[in-house]
């Protein structure tokens, strides 16, 4: 019975032992963390600070701090966290990604095996910019020209003493770089502007700007590529592809045309047949002349009789009348359009920019077939001619000449025999 007693009381006493050492042992928490005064706060950046006042008996996953523009900041609304740096049980990181002028709200938080704690919310507001501020968009654009609106909503404080756009090929526009600049006047305010002289199938970065006395600012960089001014014309008869290019009421072939039934060499000809060739081929197998790199390029030579019959369906060789509706298009005055030879209103400048801005190649087709005087066929390896279909006086014809000399190129309406060899560029019918 005493040894029953006994056992009884260790039983006991190992019970209590147990309850007591069950009450002193404390439960795993979340960590506690204090948020403190943010530093250093600028236009777009601030130091924020805590402490972390427990871990909740685990060791700390994570830690930092999130931030926003609406009170009590959470991880799970979207809301960038610092970085941070740690030394003992304090830590701080710097935010670079703040907007200026602007009140934001910051919480301190640690992620601990239990869970996540925030600590409390400190609030500040970022130093307000002295410079301008402004946004562009691009309403429309095409081959030649873009569209776009500025908007600039604030000054800095100051007088906005111009503001405009910039753009140009490469990446970061900017007034000291290589770029078309546009000025669209001073103040605040919404402005359009409409940019030409673009060029087709060509990536272009814009951006706008705006100026007071503390400096210059730069809108968002708006980047878009214009499409090809070109449409497309396949010849059934052989498979070749030509760009074609509205120019006013007219549609001309961009390419010259390379119809080629029949070859002979250049020494070859009669005025009245058709005859075609191909630049420094001297035979009349067409298959192996079609492999030569000039056939390839587009240096095909017709006499008048050929090139008369060469256009393909629907489309037909341009008269003199259509030629010279071309030159007008590029800004040649209308009376000196009708003279013979050198026109002195389109200077060489002129015609460069006034064919290579409507997409429309001649110089790089030089070369043309003549006869001396004993009738044989030679090449001129000079200048670029194109036939017309405009008879001028007995046994000759119209043709345009585009002339290098030197660095002056030169547009002339010439005539000469249908035994000689231009190059044709056909117009579609109407």
């Not at 006493?13 to 250093?40: F, M, R, Y």
């Not at 006395?213 to 059934?236: A, M, R």
């Not at 259509?322 to 003279?339: F, H, P, R, T, Y």
Request: with cysteine.
């Amino acid at each position: 019975m005493k040894r029953k007693r006994n056992y009884l009381i260790i039983g006991l006493l190992i019970s209590l032992i147990g309850l007591i050492q069950s009450c002193d042992k404390k439960e795993d928490t979340i960590p506690s963390v204090a948020t403190e005064a943010v530093t250093d706060a600028d236009e777009d950046s601030a130091y924020f600070h805590a402490t972390l006042e427990s871990d909740g008996g685990h060791g700390i996953l994570e830690y930092g701090f999130c931030y926003g523009k609406i009170t009590t900041p959470t991880l799970s609304d979207s809301i960038t966290k610092a970085e941070m740096r740690s030394s003992g049980d304090a830590f701080s990181g710097r935010e670079y990604r703040l907007e200026d002028g602007v009140k934001y709200y910051v919480r301190a938080y640690a992620k601990n095996e239990v869970g996540l704690a925030y600590g409390n919310q400190v609030e500040f507001t970022t130093i307000a910019s002295k410079l301008p501020k402004l946004v562009a968009e691009l309403l429309s654009f095409d081959s030649r020209t873009a569209t776009c609106k500025v908007n600039v909503t604030y000054d800095g404080g100051f007088d906005i003493s111009e503001h405009g756009i910039v753009i140009g090929e490469n990446y970061s526009p900017h007034l000291s770089s290589n770029i078309i600049k546009e000025v669209l006047g001073k103040g605040k305010g919404e402005f359009s502007i409409t940019i030409k002289g673009l060029k087709w199938e060509k990536t272009y970065h814009l951006k706008a700007y705006a100026t007071n006395e503390n400096g210059t600012t730069y809108s968002e960089e708006i980047i878009f590529e214009t499409p090809t001014i070109y449409g497309s014309f396949v010849d059934e008869r052989d498979g070749n592809v030509y760009r074609t290019l509205k120019i006013g009421s007219q549609t001309w072939m961009v390419d010259n045309l390379k119809y080629l039934p029949q070859v002979y060499p250049i020494e070859e000809g009669n005025p009245l047949q058709a005859y075609a060739y191909v630049r420094a081929y001297d035979g009349t197998n067409v298959e192996e002349a079609k492999e030569k790199k000039y056939y390839k390029d587009g240096f095909v030579y017709y006499n008048l009789v050929a090139a008369q019959l060469s256009c393909p369906e629907g489309w037909h060789l341009p008269t003199d009348e259509e030629w010279i509706d071309l030159e007008l298009a590029m800004g040649m005055d209308d009376k000196e359009s009708q003279n013979i030879g050198k026109r002195e209103s389109l200077t060489h400048v002129d015609i460069e920019q006034g064919i290579y801005n409507m997409g429309f190649d001649m110089f790089f087709y030089y070369g043309n077939r003549y006869e001396n005087g004993d009738g044989e066929g030679l090449l001129w390896p000079v200048g670029a001619s194109y036939w017309t279909n405009t008879e001028f006086e007995s046994g000759k014809y119209l043709y345009r000449y585009f002339g290098l000399n030197g660095d002056e190129k030169r547009l002339e309406r010439r005539s000469l025999y249908k035994s000689a060899g231009f190059c044709v560029r056909c117009v579609k019918d109407e």
